[in-house]
């Protein structure tokens, strides 16, 4: 297998890292919008057809990111760097933006009819706003775990070498294989026939201990980009019918969602499920189908920026570099603005696409506060040490 070009691989790495972040903001209003009043039907397909690749390709770009460091490091600096890098923000995002966010919700049911009704009211005490929901930071929750569970299983793997080698050898082969796709559509489909619902959701923001099919499902994910990490002839592979890929899950997805879909699987909403989505004998047909659409997806999104994102550019490097900050502080930023906006008589497209660029200016500014804020710190220590 040929090694990976380390200067090309980073930048549609970052391309990928950045696309995933900035579609959060847009995908969380489109969210907020369906609890609102008016028609949801698009903002459901659109937020569906998402939300079956947009965790996962979160997990497999970041399993890829942190086998790429481990070959840079060794296992003992890469678990300091795990809880230094999201043990320790999930700490303080539990502390800080949770509350924060949970203010503003708490505020915003005041204001924000959730289909002609107003919800009902929680008290603006400590327990409901200090609680153990950790909203969004889930993904940090659940990362932190599958990576120092990774980790360990690279050691053990360290010590048997040719189980190792087979592993390698046998991922290869199959992302060589016209059926990678449907394998891994099958496997993501399985873990899932464990729940209820048609994808993966629901109950992951409800606790800082990971719920096990979950857990699980993403876990293939990052084990999936784990496994492609290094494999710089499997990255060409996913760079050759990328876009035929994209189209297909794209494609796929319109049935998908007609014939399956019920907007109370991921969304809390009370909605209309889709036509065959009561029939319990056609769910295993219909996880495998929705994985087709995740998997198409990834792997389609994955091979056109790999494709076409090929020289490095100050403007994505600076966006990646605030992509974390942009995930953690994007929710309260983002509820107080769309719980304004919905006291207003704007069109709902012109809340939501007001919603998103001031949620994306404020996350930017309060990290360009943040980077000057430290860059002074460190000029000033510098300029005033010892000797």
């Known amino acids: 297998m040929t090694a990976e070009n380390p200067s090309q691989r980073r930048h549609h790495l970052d391309a990928i890292r950045v696309s995933a972040i900035l579609l959060l903001i847009p995908y969380h209003a489109a969210r907020y919008v369906q609890k609102g009043d008016g028609d949801p039907r698009i903002v459901d397909a659109v937020v569906w057809f998402v ?3 947009h965790m996962p390709l979160f997990f497999a770009i970041s399993g890829f990111l942190a086998a790429s460091a481990l ?8 678990v300091r760097a795990r809880f230094r890098r999201l043990g320790l923000p999930l700490v303080v995002g539990m502390l800080t933006v949770v509350p924060l966010a949970n203010f503003f919700v708490i505020g915003a049911a005041a204001l924000w009819p959730r289909k002609g009704a107003l919800p009902p009211k929680r008290e603006l005490d400590l327990a409901n706003v200090f609680g153990f929901t950790p909203r969004h930071l889930w993904f940090i929750s659940y990362l932190l775990i599958v990576s120092l569970l990774a980790i360990g299983v690279w050691l053990a793997i360290q010590r048997a070498p040719r189980m190792g080698a087979a592993i390698k050898r046998g991922f290869g082969q199959l992302m060589r294989s016209w059926w990678a796709v449907p394998a891994l559509a099958a496997i993501s489909a399985a873990i899932l026939i464990t729940k209820t619902g048609w994808v993966a959701g629901g109950s992951a923001s409800n606790s800082l201990i990971p719920a096990p099919t979950l857990f699980a499902y993403y876990g293939l994910f990052f084990a999936f980009g784990w496994l492609l990490s290094g494999q710089g002839d499997l990255i060409e592979g996913l760079k050759r019918g990328a876009w035929l890929r994209l189209g297909a899950g794209a494609l796929i997805a319109v049935p998908a969602f007609l014939l399956f879909y019920d907007n109370g699987d991921f969304t809390g909403n009370v909605g209309t499920p889709g036509i065959l989505a009561e029939i319990g004998e056609l769910r295993p047909y219909g996880l495998f189908t929705v994985g087709l659409v995740c998997w198409l997806t990834l792997f389609g999104i994955w091979g056109v920026l790999a494709r076409y994102v090929r020289k490095e550019s100050r403007v994505l490097r600076y966006l990646s570099d605030a992509s974390f900050w942009i995930y953690l502080v994007h929710i309260p930023f983002l509820v107080a603005l769309q719980s304004t906006l ?19 200016a404020l996350a930017l500014g309060s990290y360009a506060l943040i980077r000057s804020t430290r860059k002074l710190v460190r000029t000033y220590r510098v300029r005033h040490a010892p000797g």
């Open 51 to 53: 939300h079956t690749w």
């Open 71 to 78: 070959r840079r490091s060794t296992a003992a600096l890469q």
């Open 342 to 360: 919905s006291t207003t008589d704007l069109a709902i497209p012109v809340r939501w696409g007001l919603a998103v660029s001031g949620t994306l």
